[in-house]
């Protein structure tokens, strides 16, 4: 028992069966479509379902836009101008449309789900004939058969935002797959949209994403990335379960050689958790712990709920429990009220917490959150200038930590070759997220290797392989 909704089953089934029905007229494959994603690992894993759909409904996937007969844009409106770029891209779509009046454009995802933006899109571009929000994929098969039958539809977010098990997936990936262990957030940061377009935390049960990676294992996939907005508060809302539990639980799944999981939240990464990172063997040692900031007076005003101290000391713990653990974060600079002095503190816990990487931004007021409407809002150049500021302080950090490495020997998932420099030049990455580049065959791609790291190099590792 769970207090998760999720959509009755009946309802996935008339979904399907509408799919189905949709197959037949489509079928056989006559018809394309081609899904552009922007933002993050969320919005991979919803187009990988919105393509498994459309794959059910007998659409195959187009080699190039230009040939498509049914083009969708996942969008995100988390930071920077991502709307300005999106209308340009969606008015550029007016010509093929005009030359193939059959061609369906779409637009979905995060923005979709911003105050007023679905009829805005539908009013401002007479091509668009399918707009819809992040929780209502499930419906896509009705929603095709309007547009196919000449209507304009626009759905966005049902009040309930709640889950759909069982639809169909299309990942293109076969050595590695994304899993959702949750849906929404909580924590309503001040500068955050995600908790506005995304709904409130949901957590998936620990059966179903246990039978999903059962599966997935099943079918050749060796590395697992579990994610949610804040995996550590995963089964909050269930009667039992906890991350640490369903780290335990996915384990020893069979043929699983690598469990990840992202993003984790400072406030909720608890003992059992690191205890659960230390001590099963699959579980990868590598945490992406946001800092946002490394000053309380911002941490505080971002709604954080956690000090800098606090998030040294997990930082601390997480070391001493599993010695070759990396850590990677993500940086605002520029947060309304942010001074030179308190940005210093960003840049010293940088230099103190040695991360392996660091997603940098320059804050980006989002309308209907907290944030944006503060008062002291940081001028444009000076946002600008702290940035350059810290990456050049984390791009010193990452060759200093890199050099920590000669001699260092792991095994590597190969993820391809460099083919710009050398067709035989692998690349790949140790569980805790290093990546190395070494010789080796092409073919090799997709299987793991052990390597040994003989030099650093800015941005990586190069390295050989060892036994055989
Ligand atoms: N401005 C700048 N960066 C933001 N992020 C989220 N919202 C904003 C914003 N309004 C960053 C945070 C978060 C990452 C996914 O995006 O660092 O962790
Ligand atoms: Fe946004 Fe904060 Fe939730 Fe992350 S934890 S999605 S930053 S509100």
């Known amino acids: 028992m769970t207090n998760s909704k999720y959509i009755p089953e009946e ?5 399907m069966t509408l799919c189905d029905a949709l197959y037949k007229e489509i079928h056989p494959r006559h018809l394309t479509f081609f899904v552009e994603t922007f933002g993050c ?34 969008t995100c409106c988390v930071r920077d101008h991502a709307e300005k770029r999106l209308m340009g891209n969606i008015g550029a779509l007016r010509e093929q449309k005009e030359a193939n009046p059959a061609l369906i454009v779409g637009i979905c995802g995060c923005m979709m ?13 007479p091509h668009v004939s399918l707009v819809f929000g992040t929780n209502v994929v499930f419906r896509l098969p009705q929603m095709l058969a309007a547009v196919l039958g000449g209507e304009r539809v626009a759905l966005t977010n049902e009040e309930d935002f709640a889950i759909a098990e069982g639809l169909p997936q299309l990942r293109d990936n076969v050595r590695s797959a994304f899993v959702n262990i949750t849906f929404g957030c909580n924590n309503y940061c001040t500068y955050c949209i995600v908790p506005f377009v995304r709904g409130r935390e949901r957590s998936r049960s620990m059966a179903d994403i246990r039978t999903e990676v059962e599966a997935l294992c099943a079918n050749g996939i060796t590395e697992i990335t579990l994610l949610g907005q804040n995996v550590n508060s995963y089964a909050n809302d269930l009667e039992e379960g906890s991350f640490a539990e369903l780290l335990t639980l ?68 997480l070391r001493a429990a599993v010695p070759d653990i990396e850590f ?21 816990l940088v230099e103190e917490v040695g991360f392996a990487a660091a997603f940098t931004f320059a804050y980006s007021p989002r309308v209907g959150t907290a944030a944006a409407a503060m008062h002291d809002q940081v001028p444009e150049e000076v946002k600008k200038r702290r940035l350059q500021e810290l990456n050049a302080l984390q791009v010193r950090k990452t060759v200093e930590n890199n050099a920590k490495y000669i001699g260092y020997e792991g095994e590597v998932l190969i993820e391809g070759c460099d083919v710009r420099t050398d067709e035989t030049l692998l690349y790949g990455k140790y569980p805790n997220i290093k990546m190395v580049y070494f010789p080796g065959n092409p073919d090799r791609v997709n299987t793991y290797a052990k390597v040994r790291v003989l030099r650093p190099s800015k941005n990586s590792l190069i390295g050989e392989e060892i036994d055989g």
């Open 113 to 125: 789900q911003q105050e007023g933006m679905a009829k805005k899109i539908l009013k401002r571009f």
């Open 41 to 74: 690992q969320m919005n991979v894993r919803d187009s990988e379902t919105i393509k498994g759909i459309l794959f059910r409904a007998g659409y195959s996937e187009s080699e190039s836009k230009e040939t498509a007969d049914l083009i969708l844009f996942n």
């Open 328 to 348: 990677t974060t993500d940086i605002i600079v520029g947060f309304p009220g942010e001074t030179e002095e308190m940005f210093r503190d960003t840049l010293s």
């Open 250 to 317: 996915l384990n020893d799944v069979s043929n699983l050689k690598r469990l990840r999981f992202m993003s984790s939240h400072p406030k909720d990464l608890n003992d059992d958790v690191i205890m659960a990172i230390a001590s099963n063997s699959h579980v990868c040692h590598h945490v992406h712990l946001p800092v946002q900031s490394g000053n309380d007076t911002i941490l505080k005003r971002m709604n954080r709920k956690y000090t800098r101290a606090q998030y040294l000391e997990i930082i601390r713990k």
């Open 11 to 15: 309802e996935i089934q008339r979904q």
